[in-house]
């Protein structure tokens, strides 16, 4: 890590030296996006200026406005990005209506567990993007976050609702797509910050414009944070050695844009991104993450009416995870968690070492029209993923040696999943207030080269590697989607959308085997994919300087991907493994399955007013009704999903003091509810108090504090299965910094 992280330093020193410049500009003119609330649905946060653009979505696929979306979405823009009292982007999607995330930040949670949920779904049910492409990790699903600095965005759209038949795989109850700062003439920015947990922020960009047709950004940026301890007090007794979780976090990234013609324009970025985490404080609970990639696009404009784009991507990761343990050895050299004990002794508990690929790319052609057909696109998606894990358990320690700890098992998966979907997209204006949105998509995904073995030990000695080869699967899938918008009045439009979604499984669900000392689960090359049937209709409402959304939905998702403990006869998959009695595995066996169902109804309303010049207030209310509607899992049919609160209330109020400040409070409130669907771990309900000021002191120079959780409110808010292993959210943290813009 540490060469690594030298190097990250020394770059950012450059950059440093190369953004001295003696006319400094305002940062906020540099952007040329309409201000947009991240509470207002599908409307601009203020009354658009004469001269600006109206709002795109390209998340759309069709370059829709926002105020024509025929489905709830939000857009963030660069200002609100500034103003927010979050410093990592997961905690500012997190005040976002709708979308479900841990008030734990992303650098002191586990990267297996980094996940974007909306409107009460379960893990890998939403496609994020970064410039329209999936930027997740190939291997396990989950969203790479330590990627993308808020210092590195320009503005989110978030769209709600399932978009399988533009997207395809993940896009299931929605599609969050992150669009990058652009190089914008020779300047340039600074961005840095101190706070508490130790945690320090340096951003820096450089742009390098050699001519109109050309553009060069070079950024990069590192952070570095202590973190806190995650595991609530009542609970660390059972946790010897235990401490904080935080991570440090490097990117490196040069962008090009270039016009080398009227007709044709383009893009390509080449970076390297490093995150190195201690998870839970343990000397052996490290998780380190290497990852270069590259992208670049195209877009043809062939006609007046004629446009194509190209775009391919590529990402080569390498995972280093530890996962720690620690225990008390008591007098005769066991393992005991429940007792005190002079002697404490960590170990590892396991080991992965993943390695993996991804290769992508789109060609999308669109027509504008007139009269009925508005405009319409056709499209090809290609993705392959590839990818190793070899797992290593390890025995408890017998003795206060920590290196006497023996192997106890290997687990080896691999395999590729290659995926092709070709779209179509229409919309359709039959009158001057009615429109439609038609979109169909065919997905076609094979999963190959598998390998599933294990090794058990005995005495520190291999035994017979049992498993081996996993046969060949193929599928498809059929995605239809249709939205409606309807403009009953000049400031009244109802909508209403219908849609098949689905989300195939991931290598880990297909290959990975991975155990404790105690229990084993059993990847599943069988699992079938997760389907979701989707209808919501919604309302918005705006007047003069104030705007209401409103949106109730229903989904039925099925053949959801879960875990169940082998009994009786094992399936064949768990039998190659373990034995066709189980004896070559722990006590406990589980295995992947696709028996369950899961239900939830809801209702978002979301408001926005702008009281004056200098105040304006938002407000959202959202319901959540969310529960298995069937299951073989053993969990309970009827019951509220754990971390899904049925209440949640937000509210926002900010103030422009003339030309200097900026003041912005945040409060969140989130009623009581049960963090596992079996109902035995309460949370009680509990509010959440942010707050951020920004100081104009000179032409180009802001000063920014802020302030996350301000009266300290201990709370869980994310999923678990055991109280012992709840994970606390993100406990008072200030931050203070300045930003500072050049030429």
Request: glycine share 10%; proline share 5%; with cysteine.
């Amino acid at each position: 890590m540490q060469p690594h992280w030298n190097a990250a330093c020394a770059a950012l020193c450059a950059l440093t030296l190369m953004s001295l410049s003696p006319t400094p500009v305002r940062a906020d003119e540099r952007s040329t996006e309409t201000e947009v609330s991240p509470l207002a649905p599908n409307s601009n946060s203020h009354e658009s200026p004469p001269a600006l653009a109206p709002v795109i979505v390209s998340a759309s696929r069709a370059d829709t406005r926002l105020e024509d979306m025929p489905l709830s979405t939000t857009v963030i823009s660069r200002d609100q990005i500034e103003r927010s009292p979050a410093r990592t982007i997961d905690q500012l999607l997190r005040e976002i209506p709708g979308i479900n995330l841990s008030g734990a930040p992303y650098t002191s949670t586990d990267p297996t567990g980094h996940q974007a949920k909306m409107r009460g779904g379960s893990n890998n049910k939403v496609l994020v993007l970064l410039d329209g492409i999936p930027i997740h990790d190939p291997f396990y699903g989950t969203i790479q976050w330590f990627k993308v600095p808020l210092a590195s965005v320009e503005r989110i759209e978030v769209i709600r609702g399932g978009q399988s038949s533009l997207w395809g795989n993940l896009a299931v109850t929605g599609v969050i797509n992150i669009i990058s700062r652009r190089p914008v003439g020779t300047g340039g920015e600074v961005d840095m910050s101190l706070g508490t947990l130790n945690t320090q922020q340096l951003a820096i960009t450089k742009n390098l414009s050699a001519s109109d047709s050309f553009g060069l950004r070079v950024s990069g940026n590192v952070s570095h944070t202590d973190g806190y301890q995650t595991t609530p007090s009542t609970y660390l007794t059972n946790l010897p050695g235990k401490g904080a979780s935080g991570a440090k976090t490097g990117n490196l990234q040069v962008a090009a844009t270039f016009t080398p013609a009227a007709w044709l324009d383009g893009f390509a970025r080449v970076g390297y991104h490093e995150m190195n985490q201690d998870i839970g404080g343990y000397t052996y609970g490290k998780n380190l993450q290497e990852s270069p990639d590259f992208a670049a696009g195209l877009n043809f404009k062939i006609s007046e009416i004629d446009s194509a784009q190209v775009n391919g991507y590529r990402q080569l990761v390498q995972f280093d995870k530890f996962n720690g343990a620690g225990c008390y050895l008591q007098i005769n050299n066991t393992c005991n968690t429940t007792a005190p004990s002079p002697n404490i002794v960590q170990y590892f508990n396991s080991h992965d070492w993943n390695t993996y690929r991804e290769t992508g790319g789109s060609a999308v052609y669109s027509r504008r029209g007139q009269g009925l057909i508005e405009n319409s696109q056709v499209g090809i998606d290609y993705r392959q993923v590839s990818g190793e894990d070899i797992s290593t358990t390890y025995s408890a320690p017998t003795s206060a040696d920590s290196g006497s700890s023996s192997i106890a098992r290997t687990n080896y998966g691999q395999g590729t999943q290659t995926t092709t979907g070709v779209f179509t997209q229409w919309r359709l204006v039959p009158t001057e207030r009615l429109s439609a949105s038609l979109s169909l998509r065919y997905d076609d995904w094979t999963n190959g080269n598998g390998v599933a073995t294990q090794n058990k030990y005995s005495g520190g000695v291999a035994g017979q590697t049992t498993g081996g080869g996993v046969a060949q699967t193929s599928k498809s899938s059929v995605s239809p989607g249709l939205g409606l918008r309807y403009d009953l009045a000049d400031d009244l439009a109802l909508r209403a959308a219908a849609y098949h979604a689905f989300r195939t499984p991931g290598l880990n669900n297909l290959y990975r085997s991975f155990s404790s000392t105690t229990s084993i689960t059993i990847a599943n090359p069988g699992l079938q994919p997760e389907t979701l049937t989707g209808y919501e209709v919604g309302a918005d409402w705006k007047r003069a300087n104030m705007t209401v959304g409103l949106t109730a939905f229903t989904y039925q998702v099925n053949n959801l991907i879960a875990t169940y403990k082998v009994t009786g006869v094992p399936p064949p998959a768990v039998a190659a493994i373990c034995g066709p009695t189980l004896t070559q595995c722990p006590a406990t066996v589980n295995y992947y399955t696709n028996n369950q169902d899961a239900r939830t109804n809801g209702l978002e309303l979301i408001s926005r007013w702008d009281v004056s010049q200098t105040l304006a207030l938002d407000a959202a209310y959202v319901y959540t009704d969310a529960h298995y509607t069937s299951s073989t899992t053993g969990d309970p049919i009827g019951n509220q999903l754990g971390a899904v609160p049925e209440h949640l209330v937000t509210a926002g109020a900010t103030w422009h003091s003339a030309e200097r400040w900026r003041l912005y409070g945040q409060v969140r409130y989130t009623g009581s509810m049960y963090l596992d669907v079996n109902h035995t771990i309460p949370q009680n309900a509990f509010t959440v108090f942010n707050v951020s000021a920004n100081y104009t002191a000179a032409r180009g120079l802001d000063f920014y504090g802020a302030a996350v959780n301000l009266f300290n409110t201990h709370y869980v808010d994310s999923a678990t299965t055991s109280a012992a292993s709840s994970t606390l959210g993100m406990p008072r943290a200030v931050t203070v910094g300045f930003r500072y813009a050049f030429q």
